[in-house]
Nanobody, 115 residues
Framework: QVQVVEFGGGLVQPGGSLRLSCAAS????????MDWYRQAPGKQRELVAQ???????YYTAPVKGRFTITRDNAKNTVYLQMNSLKPEDTAVYYC?????????WGQGTRVTVSS
């Protein structure tokens, strides 16, 4: 059983930066692919970034070049560094862990980009 908890959301001005953290409990963290999803008001949840267990990364087009996903297997933690934030990045951000047999979701952390 794996539990994931997100940290680091908040209010930031356009052009600013935030770093989200996702701490995972349980064993086998290094075997999981880890993702960040987001859900904006009135919209479906969408994949933002993924880091696989071999550290291969993927980014959705709107965040490419602005967001960076990394993982620290020693700390069972995955990070999402978000730079040059835009109002359209406003959403609840969710951490997701998967070994493709089971999916684990956090409760989400809210990011608001507004002046």
């Amino acid at each position: 059983q794996v539990q994931v908890v997100e940290f680091g959301g908040g209010l930031v001005q356009p052009g600013g930066s935030l770093r989200l953290s996702c701490a995972a409990s349980g064993s086998g963290f290094n075997h999981y692919d880890m993702d960040w999803y987001r859900q904006a008001p009135g919209k479906q949840r969408e994949l933002v970034a993924q880091i696989q267990n071999d550290e291969t990364t993927y980014y959705t087009a709107p965040v490419k070049g602005r967001f960076t996903i990394t993982r620290d297997n020693a700390k069972n933690t995955v990070y999402l560094q978000m730079n040059s934030l835009k109002p359209e990045d406003t959403a609840v951000y969710y951490c997701h862990a998967t070994d493709y047999r089971t999916d684990y979701w956090g409760q989400g952390t809210r990011v608001t980009v507004s002046s």
